[in-house]
Structure formats: structure tokens, C-alpha cells
């Protein structure tokens, strides 16, 4: 992309074209991940969500939006955030380490038939959640994961029944930015397919 002078344009210019470009790789996915999420709703089970970073608020705002409403009224929709319980995670993280803040809590309240949705702004960040991807396979949970470009170790746990999601930067911030634009989304498209007429 052309630099621009302008640094409130640049960092629009920037926002948009990191979210095309998200959407021109990832189109197909992102209706895949949807049919994941929509096969646990239908199984009557959950969505376990994790995320670190910057990205971490997002988890709460895509729970919020299962079990109120995104844009139709509508019955809630089983999430549980695994990154909200703030002494939870120092507890765990304290006593086995980082990367068992979230697997641990997996290994505990995942069931077969939930997905587990993995959320990180920067590859530093998806070290951690190599031992979640683990501890949901060994549950036959599928894992969905919205992830920086980069995340060789990431790329190498995931299975053919999970889905990448993988944002065209390295920058948290445009990550994070086009996270909250595909957790928006698959909000919507679960709720036009199982509420929509």
C-alpha cells in the first residue's frame, strides 16, 4: 500500500485495506467457521472462547452478543468466556503457567460437541494457546482460531475439522481492529440462519 502523508488517513487506509484483504483470503472460511459455531448451537452445546492480548476484551464482546443479541430478537446463544475470570487465570497461570490458563479450564468444562474459538492479535500471543488446541482435540472439540499472520505454531496443532482465520498483518492493533469485524459477523450469519425468515 502507497504511504500517505496524512496520519489520520494512513491509519484508515491502513484499516481497510488489512480488512479486504482479510476478506478476499478468507471468504470461504469465515462460512465455515459459521456451520462449526452453528453445529455446536444445534447440538445444544457451547462456545468456549479464549483470547489474550489486546485482543482479549474481544472474547466479551462476542459472548455478549450470543446471549443478548447482535441484531435480532432472539432466544441467548450458549458462550462462555474462558478469558473473563481475571483470578482464574492468574491462579492457574501462577501455579502451572500461561500456557495452561485456558487448557486447563477446557480440560475441565469443555464437552464433546462444543467449539472452542481462539482469539490473538500478535504470534507471541499464540504460543499460549498451543495447549488450549490440544486440550480441546483430546475432547473432539473443534477449534476455530482468528489469528495475526504468522503463527507457525498455531498452524502446526490444528487439525482438518478446525478453522484458520488468518488476518492478512502483523500489526495487534489492525488485527484486533479486523477481529471485532469477523466476530460481528459471525454473530450476524448465525443469527440470519437460524433466526432469519
Do not use: W
Request: proline fraction near 4%.
Amino acid at each position: 500500500m502507497d504511504e500517505i502523508e496524512d496520519p489520520l488517513q494512513q491509519i484508515f487506509a491502513e484499516h481497510v485495506d488489512v480488512a479486504y484483504r482479510a476478506l478476499d483470503g478468507i471468504f470461504d472460511q469465515i462460512y465455515v467457521a459459521v456451520d462449526v459455531l452453528m453445529q455446536s448451537m444445534l447440538s445444544e452445546r457451547r462456545i468456549l472462547v479464549a483470547s489474550q492480548g489486546m485482543s482479549a476484551p474481544l472474547a466479551g464482546i462476542f459472548c455478549s452478543q450470543l446471549l443478548g443479541r447482535r441484531q435480532l430478537d432472539r432466544p441467548a446463544l450458549p458462550a462462555l468466556n474462558l478469558s473473563a475470570d481475571f483470578t482464574t487465570l492468574n491462579v492457574i497461570g501462577e501455579a502451572y503457567g500461561s500456557r495452561e490458563c485456558f487448557s486447563r479450564q477446557i480440560k475441565t468444562l469443555g464437552m464433546t460437541g462444543d467449539t472452542l474459538l481462539l482469539i490473538a492479535s500478535s504470534a507471541r500471543e499464540n504460543v499460549d494457546l498451543v495447549e488450549s488446541v490440544g486440550a480441546a482435540h483430546a475432547l473432539g472439540i473443534p477449534v476455530v482460531a482468528l489469528m495475526a499472520a504468522n503463527t507457525p505454531n498455531l498452524d502446526a496443532v490444528l487439525d482438518q475439522e478446525d478453522v484458520m482465520l488468518n488476518i492478512p498483518s502483523v500489526d495487534p492493533a489492525r488485527v484486533m481492529e479486523t477481529q471485532l469485524l469477523l466476530l460481528n459477523t459471525l454473530c450476524a450469519l448465525v443469527e440470519q440462519r437460524l433466526f432469519g425468515h
